[in-house]
């Protein structure tokens, strides 16, 4: 692994880390590592880890921090990576940021971004979230199709999944806040936290990134 930057993003589900994270990686010309993506791809792939990693998924357990590690050292010893990397979705704990920190090295990352948006916030984006049945097509309550509720694409019927409720939401957040919490104190520790507002036009949101990260990589 050679020189280049080497971004960490974090975000609330529904803070629009995944618009964020497309813009960051074109912006400086690295890989989107999302965490369920790349998991799902070594296992498909049949790598060494991908394998061990598959056995645990199909047994819907989580997997050891060894593994996972393995994974993520597979995929960054990628020709796409050497240039650089974010990752979306890894680390979750500290102990697997200490993990991550040794995998990488003296270099290690350059920081980690935590797109700041509020517990209401997206719980309000996330429960007034429908979709269609049939095509996956998201809508929400404040811009429904046009003909009721079904879907101008294709007519099935749109509907709001069973974990988009509030209350399946504030469970997945209060989990969010309880793992996350510490890890994101290890990298403020160690003066590798920038927080930005992830509240606003995406446009916006995104010139806030630049600007918070863009002075810190020298």
């Not at 971004?7 to 964020?20: D, S």
């Not at 270099?107 to 935590?114: E, I, S």
């Not at 309000?124 to 979709?131: D, E, M, T």
């Not at 806030?208 to 810190?216: G, H, Q, S, Y």
């Amino acid at each position: 692994m050679t020189d280049g930057v080497r971004l960490i993003v974090f975000g609330r589900q529904g803070a629009g880390k995944g618009t964020q994270c497309v813009r960051l990686a074109e912006r400086y010309g690295v890989p989107h590592i999302s965490t369920g993506d790349m998991l799902r791809a070594a296992a498909a792939e049949g790598t060494e880890f991908g394998l061990r990693a598959k056995e645990f998924m199909d047994a819907g357990q989580l997997l050891p921090d060894d593994i996972m590690l393995g994974v993520i050292e597979e995929r960054l010893g990628r020709p796409d990576a050497v240039g650089g990397w974010l990752l979306d979705g890894f680390p979750r704990t500290p102990g697997q940021a200490d993990g991550l920190t040794e995998l990488l090295g003296d270099k290690g990352a350059d920081l980690a971004v935590d797109l700041d948006v509020s517990e209401e916030v997206v719980v309000g984006r996330i429960s007034g979230r429908r979709v269609c049945a049939s095509c996956g097509t998201i809508y929400s309550v404040a811009a429904p199709p046009a003909d009721g509720w079904k879907c101008d694409k294709c007519g099935g019927d749109v509907v709001q999944r069973a974990d988009d409720t509030e209350e399946s939401v504030r469970k997945r957040l209060a989990a969010y806040n309880e793992q996350t919490a510490p890890l994101l104190a290890w990298f403020a520790e160690r003066d590798m936290l920038v927080t930005v507002d992830g509240v606003g036009d995406p446009d916006e949101i995104s010139r806030r990134i630049a600007a918070a990260v863009d002075p810190r990589l020298g």
